[in-house]
């Protein structure tokens, strides 16, 4: 016999309504720990590239042509060193490299989504937005491409215009407020600790534990990006080899 | 390096960053199988890299000199207990950077 229930009957039975995914502006608030991250390092970005020489043009094609602070940063010493282009490009290519593992990683917390977009919105893919974005998916959040293109758009636009700020501003900018410099230099620090905290488990504890030594040992034996490679790759191997 | 000479070095840089972060994303279209080796590895993937990011961003205070090591322990003990009561990353960030700055200031003078 087949029973026949009420519509309103089996939507009060049945599992919770799936939220709406969120949209652009959702993103936009997401990006508010980003946007406070960001601005203060990439005006010391644009204050360091104004006082190797570089113009606030060259500056701001730097962030918006590159958009990675660390490779950006070496970019200055290379750039200030006289070093040849191609051989600067290499170098700063390889650091870039770990953000190979941050597409499908997030994929795969989001649930595999549609990502039609995914070839514009993944260029705004930089540390603290792809830690931001898995923080928030764990939270049960769904995925959208227009929430993470807010999310990014607002971080790429951060970026580049504290660059600009910054190289405007030129090298005097913080003369004299050391205290105020060593705070602003603790922010994205403080960012990565606290977007650890909201992604942390039980179930993650031996892929933490072990990045975090081996990228101890990473920059003991190798160098800043050895240990950053070190790091992640252990840390992944330990969440599949420590069940 | 000319001014040609760094527009080059950042357009190779650009392009090869774009396709580190797009073309992983772009390629693996199906969901790898529930509890196999890649579904595990990247699980652990974030975590470890979020973990791995953190240490590497306070690494140059600690190797190859240690410096302003009470600075680095306040904004950090400030940040995870802002962190806890209400699991804000806006609070915690930011009374992070506050501690870090006010402690720094205390030591130094400044």
Redesign the interface.
Known sequence: MVMRLRPDAVRAAGPDPVPPAPGFRAGVVAAVPIILGYFPIAVVFGVEASRIGLSVLQAGMLSLVIFAGAAQFLALVLIASGAAPLVAAGTLIAINLRHVLYGPALMKAAGQPERRWAALWSWCLTDEVFAQALATFRTGQRFSESWITGLGLCGYATWVGGTMVGAWAGAGLLTGMPAIEAGLGFLIPALFLALLMSVASRAVLPAVAVAVVATLLGALVFSATGAILSGMIAGAMAGVLIR | ?T?G??????????L???A???L???L?????PPGG?L??????????????????????QL?PVPR?LW??AA??LA??AA??PR?S??V???????V???V??LL?G?
Do not use: C
């Open positions: 390096m001014g000479e760094i527009l080059l070095m950042a357009v190779l840089t650009g090869a960053t774009w580190f972060r797009a992983p994303t772009l693996m279209r199906a969901e790898p080796l579904a595990r590895f990247l699980a652990a993937t974030g975590p470890a890299a979020i973990a791995t990011l953190f240490v590497a961003s306070v690494v140059p190797i302003d600075p680095l904004g950090t940040t995870v962190f806890l699991r990353v806006i915690a960030t930011l009374a992070g950077a506050l870090y700055g006010a720094f200031a130094s400044a």
